[in-house]
């Protein structure tokens, strides 16, 4: 069965590096994510692409992040001048969100996360 | 206020009980979906209910929707040792992105 797949599992970075963090979505999928889970929080939206450009981004997603489809399979996240407070679970995930009406699917289907640990 | 609060927040329970775990919403919606995550992995999509159904079921699980109470609840019939995990809601409303709001999700503990 498809799955999300991200690299990698756990990476750990000094206070003000850049991190780019990696996804390849299931094959056909059209919508793409990030989430974030800081630990024992709830999982928190950032932001959601399609066609190439974000469509959606929430109030955490500011200047420091930025995401890329640098080509047909990756979907990439990078953090710039990452902070103490980045230390968290980021999760890609992909949603079909073919059709319509009836036939119209909106599952989104998660990563295993990748856990950024921020020094 | 917050979308998509689950209570109880913990539940221990023994195995081949059935586990009741609850969400509740604020605004409205398109798509109620649960997912389930074991300590420290990924989420696992588990069902989708859309705002015009009221019950669906898949294997051991059922999920309820009543939009008139904003609520939701997952049902795991006789439970495994395997089930234990922490159990999210999730829902998305008017948005162009398709963003899911999660609650913040019951910490199931079967007991073998």
């Known amino acids: 069965e498809p799955e999300v797949t991200q690299t990698p599992s756990h990476q750990v970075t000094q206070m003000g590096q850049e991190v780019i963090l990696r996804c390849v979505p299931i094959?056909?999928?059209?919508?793409f994510y990030w989430y974030r889970q800081i630990l024992g929080q709830k999982v928190e939206f950032l932001v959601s692409f399609y066609n190439n450009e974000i469509s959606e981004k929430s109030e955490i997603f500011d200047d420091q992040f930025s995401v890329e489809r640098p080509d047909g399979s990756n979907f990439t996240l990078k953090i710039r001048s990452t902070k103490l407070e980045d230390s968290a679970m980021y999760f890609c995930?992909?949603?079909?969100?073919w059709g319509g009406g009836t036939l119209s699917s909106y599952e989104q289907y998660f990563g295993p996360g990748t856990r950024l640990t921020v020094t | 206020s917050q979308q998509g609060e689950e209570d109880p927040q913990a539940l221990s329970i023994q195995e081949g009980e059935n586990a009741t775990m609850n969400c509740s919403y604020k605004t409205s919606i398109n798509n109620l979906q649960w997912y389930r995550q074991n300590s420290g992995r990924g989420l696992v999509h588990l069902i989708l209910i859309r705002s015009n159904e009221r019950e669906k079921h898949s294997g051991r699980l059922r999920v309820t929707l009543d939009t008139s109470k904003k609520s939701s609840s997952l049902l795991i019939t006789a439970s495994r040792a395997a089930d234990t995990a922490s159990y999210f809601c999730?829902?998305?409303?008017?948005?162009?992105?398709?963003?899911?709001?999660f609650g913040g999700g019951t910490r199931l503990m079967v007991k073998p």
């Open positions: 094959s056909n999928h059209l919508y």
């Open positions: 999730a829902t998305d409303g008017n948005n162009a992105g398709n963003m899911l709001t």
């Open positions: 995930a992909s949603n079909p969100l």
